[in-house]
């Protein structure tokens, strides 16, 4: 018995990432500054009607009255950016999803159904426990490829399509780690073609975008307010640290 258990937790530990946090593959010396001052929107740009600060923490909402004409996003200002790590704290409600939008462009043709309308990848967000619809998948927001890569898994996607390759969490484990119904803290990892999302210091997604002609190499950060049902989120404790690769 000493034996099986024992070749269990070392092929459970050997999986890539598995119990590894964030700091330990942010490069040596990575700085992280705050996007957000915890008074006002300074340096984002979102629907007036839907983003606002209270009690100190973003908020975006929207309600029967006030609805989003199509997704639409709180859009920082700053420069595109591409080999980054962006640490978010945030809470929502079940009734629809948000999201974390990266390496991903604004789209401001006439056909836009709202002035901020982005796409890209996303980090979905969701108060929600039973797996595959919780915080922490990439979706290809306003793209071909729908979800990009489940949490949990760490996978390859090519020119000849998506492999998984290693499991990095299972069910039972996510319905531990998430806290429903209250704040969470999230860090994506991006280092050239490689994609990590970490959900209360634990990686839970490991995604290699090697598509030719799909993957993203750098773009702008936003939030998001998805259309559909009312819905509000929250976000705080917005930072973002930057590295040149040699």
């Given at each position: 018995m000493?034996?099986?258990?024992?070749?269990?937790?070392?092929?459970v530990w050997a999986l890539p990432g598995y119990g590894q946090s964030p700091e330990g593959v942010l490069p040596e010396?990575?700085?992280?500054?705050s996007l957000f001052n915890g008074k006002d929107l300074s340096g984002w740009d979102g629907d007036p009607r839907l983003w606002s600060v209270q009690d100190g923490v973003v908020r975006g909402e929207t309600t029967t009255e006030k609805v989003a004409k199509g997704n639409t996003f709180l859009i920082w200002q700053g420069e595109p950016i591409?080999?980054?790590?962006?640490r978010v704290t945030f809470?929502?409600?079940?009734?629809?999803?948000?999201?974390?939008q990266y390496r991903s462009?604004?789209?401001?043709?006439?056909?836009?159904?709202?002035?901020?309308?982005v796409r890209g990848y996303q980090h979905e967000l969701r108060n929600e426990v039973t797996l595959p619809n919780v915080s922490g998948f990439i979706y290809d927001e306003g793209g071909k490829r729908g979800r990009l890569c489940l949490l949990g898994e760490k996978a390859i996607w090519s020119a000849e399509?998506?492999?998984?390759?290693?499991?990095?969490?299972?069910?039972?484990e996510f319905q531990q780690l998430f806290r429903l119904d209250d704040w969470n803290d999230v860090m994506i990892i991006a280092k050239g073609n490689n994609l990590q999302h970490y959900l209360n210091n634990q990686l839970v997604l490991d995604f290699s975008d090697n598509e030719p002609k799909l993957a993203l190499p750098d773009g702008i950060i936003a939030l998001q307010l998805h259309a559909?049902?009312?819905?509000?989120?929250?976000?705080t404790n917005i930072e973002l640290a930057t590295w040149t690769n040699n």
């Open positions: 000493r034996t099986v258990l024992l070749a269990f937790f070392l092929t010396g990575v700085q992280f500054r591409k080999d980054f790590a962006i809470r929502c409600n079940a009734t629809n999803n948000s999201g974390v462009k604004h789209i401001t043709s006439p056909d836009a159904p709202n002035p901020w309308v399509g998506k492999k998984v390759i290693a499991n990095l969490i299972t069910p039972s559909g049902k009312p819905m509000w989120a929250e976000f």
